[in-house]
């Protein structure tokens, strides 16, 4: 069995407790993994703080932070392969993608290196002739980062990188379910030559471990991503230190389809949306609104690519879907699927949960025209696709509009000006037309309502872990005047 430890004032421990991992693939137990709890949470953040405010972090200069950042970023690119087998076997998503995901992980470091010497203070044009002022921008602090189990190596480079761009130091809070490769990659920053306590990584359960961390009185911000539950109990945790946070919830997200989008490309989008990472995506394009008339044409594309997909190990190259991370998920994807059933929701393809070790449920998609189906109003996580169609752009539009959610939306269509309207009308953080499912370190991200707020990737991510301060400067040898009188 392999042993994890957890990485705290750049030492590698054995935690509080001990837990197992298993393997989703089989059910079986396949790694030891360190539980930190209130204690370890506390020596993490005192790190932290220590190396934010005394350590040798806090004097390099912005430049050097980014040769770091380099440093890390080839460190990523080298291990790729050995990280990417971890992920895979600890969260059972297909090692076809974790190889390419965490390949592009080294880039999103990159990114932020480069980024680490161009974060710039300012001078203000004071309307004082007596005064110079200026705005430096400062490390936020000490930043909580608290990550869930899909892509845990990508959840948290588009926070760490940032932040040590801004010169934060750091927690990270690994999930509890499928921590190795965070844990691996400790061994990375403390290759690349962080200081101690600048990242700490770490991982238990969210009660004992996350919450202690979120109400730490030494956190400044919490960058959160997760479900929209635990961000309220992160939010009122927050209460007690007053953190900043930035949440990246979960989502329902709509995929439209006009009749003249070109649909052999928009299926291939749609199986890519759904059915990619077993439907364990944020970005999940989880309802599919497409128009009436070329419904059952598309319909029956998708459902002939969703019975060619190849479901198995998902450490076998060859494998396109594999299994869920956990049994709870699997359960939660199978009783969602039973219920939307029994509130009238028509089975196109999958539904049954396959006589197989491991935590498998097939590609499946729900008709649900005409039927109030839970399983358009909830997040499944899971391979599951719920179909409604539209007469019109307006019906299209409201259906899309139709959750509480905001995280992403894809439109597929040939018309140039419906597309413009629609990119303006969707009420999501990211609006994909002509595809779906693309991301870069360049372009931000991030939700509207209950898909949350702040943004991660892009410039401004990295000004988010900073905080201004405003220095005044009075530049006349004469005496300060009337006291009495604010200037
Ligand atoms: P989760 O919310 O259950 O757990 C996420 C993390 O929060 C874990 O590390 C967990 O231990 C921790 N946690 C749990 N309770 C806590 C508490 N009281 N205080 C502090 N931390 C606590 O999420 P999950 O089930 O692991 O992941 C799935 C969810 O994540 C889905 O809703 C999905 O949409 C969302 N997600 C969002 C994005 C995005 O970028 N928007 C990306 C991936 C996943």
Request: aromatic residues 8%; hydrophobic residues 45%; proline residues 6%.
């Amino acid at each position: 069995m392999q042993r994890f430890q957890s990485y705290i004032n750049g030492e590698f421990l054995d935690g509080e407790a001990r837990f197992q991992s298993i393997d989703p693939a089989t059910g079986d137990v396949w790694a030891d993994m360190p539980e930190a709890r209130e204690a370890d949470v506390d020596s993490a953040v005192n790190a932290a703080e220590r190396a934010l405010y005394e350590g040798p972090w806090a004097r390099l200069t912005a430049t050097q932070r980014g040769k770091l950042l380099y440093k890390l970023a080839d460190l990523v690119a080298a291990n790729a392969q050995k990280l990417a087998e971890l992920e895979t076997h600890d969260t059972g998503k297909i090692i076809r993608e974790t190889s390419a995901q965490i390949a592009y992980v080294a880039d999103y470091y990159r990114y932020y290196a480069g980024i680490a010497d161009k974060i710039e203070g300012s001078y203000l044009p004071i309307d004082k002739p007596d005064m110079d002022v200026w705005l430096r921008r400062e490390p936020i602090g000490v930043v909580a980062m608290v990550v869930p189990w899909n892509s845990q190596l990508f959840l948290s480079a588009v926070k760490i990188g940032p932040a040590l761009a801004a010169g934060c130091t750091m927690v990270v809070k690994a999930s509890e379910d499928g921590p190795a490769p965070l844990l691996e990659f400790a061994r990375l920053v403390h290759e690349a030559g962080f200081p101690a306590g600048v990242v700490n990584i770490l991982t238990g359960f969210g009660p004992s471990c996350g919450a202690a961390l979120a109400r730490h009185p030494k956190v400044a911000h919490i960058a959160f991503t997760g479900g929209p539950e635990t961000a309220r109990h992160i939010v009122r945790n927050s209460a007690e230190n007053l953190a900043s946070t930035s949440l990246e919830l979960g989502g329902k997200s709509p995929f439209i389809v006009f009749a003249d989008a070109d649909l052999e490309s928009a299926a291939n989008a749609q199986v890519a949306g759904i059915f990619a990472a077993t439907g364990q995506s944020c970005v999940a394009g989880s309802r599919l609104i497409v128009e009436r008339s070329v419904k059952d044409a598309f319909l029956s594309i998708l459902k002939r690519k969703a019975e060619a997909i190849r479901i198995g190990a998902p450490l076998d190259m060859a494998t396109e879907v594999g299994p869920l991370a956990t049994k709870r998920q699997q359960d939660h994807v199978a009783a969602l699927v039973e219920k939307s059933v029994g509130s009238g929701a028509r089975l196109v393809v999958g539904g049954q949960r396959p006589d197989a070790d491991g935590y498998y449920f097939p590609p499946t998609i729900l008709d649900c025209d005409g039927v109030a189906s839970p399983s358009l109003t909830e997040e499944f996580f899971g391979p599951v696709l719920s179909v409604v169609s539209f007469e019109t752009e307006a019906e299209a539009l409201k259906l899309a509009n139709d959750t509480r959610y905001g995280l992403a939306s894809g439109v597929f269509t040939q018309n140039l000006t419906r597309a413009h309207r629609l990119m303006k009308g969707i009420r999501a953080g990211v609006v994909w037309v002509n595809t779906y499912r693309a991301v870069s370190p360049i372009a931000p991200f991030g939700g509207f309502g209950l898909s949350g707020h702040g943004r991660e990737g892009g410039i401004a991510a990295a000004l988010d872990y900073t905080r201004t301060k405003t220095i005044w400067l009075r530049t006349s040898d004469d005496p300060i005047p009337d006291p009495f009188v604010m200037r």
